[in-house]
């Protein structure tokens, strides 16, 4: 039987940190504040790859990528509205593995692993396991596509679709390629970022296959985050057709300022990314930390608006359980 040997992304994804002593170790901070934090850690565990450790500055406990990824004492907080399903996704779930919220999309719990784990997410506590289909329980989706030509657009979503193999992912798309109606491949991911090396040849096999117009909707919150491997991902993923698309939380502590989001806007653009969305914190229980209030962020786009052209300044936005879209703010 042939030996399958798993991609280099891969190798990173199952040698990414996954203890929160290590990643103060390595990043040559004291851990003396884990105590607090180990409830943050046992309910959402630590999840840092070495690609993305790579980017954070040794000693400094207010690293903005480190203060995305590392768990906090705040996490075990009670505080009034922030719970376990913010946008009370389960309600919306006509079929194991999908979500149908918005009229003309649907979008695929693809796969339920994330090559980083986001202390904000506000997906921390989503019931992965209960909507991660077999590939028969697929079938039922495909069928909810197939049997509503209103939807022209599917978007892979998770946890993170690309942490799905490429033999999983050509699979599905080549079915999605077959339903007719469909117009739009949407793809939301932290992978290019976390792990550069995602977008590799295999990757980039089926992605260049589909008749499908192909959108990538990238998830960084700092300019830092963009070293020379991602504006390099980003080249490839544009070479293969696919429109480049970047949404961002508003993060106390990581991107809370004028400078910070008007570096991050100029970075991205740099490496052929549209700024698109900045979303306000969603309310999941563990993040409250994270908020900015609804004043201070308007007033920080206003700032953007002053300092950068109109295509560089992302849409306010917050996702409202239930509402047609998200809501601008
Ligand atoms: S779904 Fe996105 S934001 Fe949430 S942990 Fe995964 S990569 Fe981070």
Same mark, same amino acid.
Request: hydrophobic share 45%; charged share 25%; net charge negative.
């Given at each position: 039987? !042939? ?7 891969? +190798? ?36 840092? !790859?070495?690609?993305? #450790? ?11 990528? #480190? ?10 907080? =009670? ?15 006509? +079929?194991?593995?999908?979500?149908? $919220? ?5 979008? #695929? &719990?693809?796969?339920?692993?994330? /090559? ?8 921390? *506590? ?28 599917? &978007? ?7 942490? /799905? ?17 469909? $117009?739009?491949?949407? &793809?939301?991911?932290?992978? !290019? @970022? =976390? ?17 499908? *117009? ?27 057709? @696919?429109? #480049?698309?970047? *949404?961002? @939380? ?20 740099? +490496? ?7 979303? @306000? ?6 993040? /409250? ?34 509402? /047609? ?5």
């Amino acid at each position: 039987m !042939p030996v399958i040997l798993p991609s280099a992304w891969q +190798a990173q994804l199952s040698g990414a940190i996954r203890d929160p002593r290590e990643l103060c170790r390595r990043l040559g901070l004291d851990d003396s504040w884990l105590p607090g934090a180990e409830h943050g850690h046992a309910l959402f565990e630590v999840r840092v !790859p070495e690609a993305f #450790l790579a980017r954070m500055r040794h000693g400094d406990p207010d690293d903005p990528l #480190l203060r995305q990824v590392l768990p906090l004492a705040a996490e075990s907080e =009670v505080v009034p509205g922030y719970v376990a399903d913010p946008l009370s996704e389960a309600d919306h779930t006509p +079929a194991r593995g999908l979500i149908h $919220k918005y009229t003309g999309r649907v979008l #695929l &719990i693809t796969s339920p692993a994330c /090559a980083v784990n986001c202390r904000y997410c506000f997906r921390r *506590q989503f019931p992965y396991e209960e909507n991660t289909p077999s590939r028969s329980q697929w079938e039922t989706s495909l069928e909810h596509l197939s049997g509503d030509t209103s939807i022209s657009e599917a &978007i892979l979503s998770g946890g993170d679709p690309l942490a /799905a193999s490429d033999r999983q992912l050509a699979w599905l798309v080549e079915r999605l390629d077959a339903i007719p109606h469909l $117009k739009r491949l949407r &793809i939301h991911t932290r992978l !290019p @970022v =976390v792990i550069p090396d995602r977008v590799d040849d295999a990757l980039l096999e089926w992605l260049g296959a589909t008749r499908l *117009q192909k959108v990538v909707v990238l998830h960084i919150n700092h300019a830092n985050e963009i070293d020379d491997a991602v504006v390099e991902a980003c080249e490839r993923l544009k070479a293969a057709g @696919v429109t #480049l698309l970047n *949404q961002s @939380v508003l993060l106390r502590g990581v991107n809370d300022g004028v400078d910070a989001l008007a570096a991050l806007s100029e970075r991205l653009f740099e +490496a052929g990314v549209l700024p698109y969305y900045l979303h @306000v914190l969603d309310p999941v229980a563990g993040a /409250a930390h994270f908020d900015v209030p609804d004043e201070e962020a308007r007033g920080l786009v206003a700032g953007l608006r002053d300092v950068l052209p109109g295509f560089l300044v992302p849409k306010l936005v917050r996702e409202i359980p239930g509402g /047609a879209s998200k809501a601008p703010l």
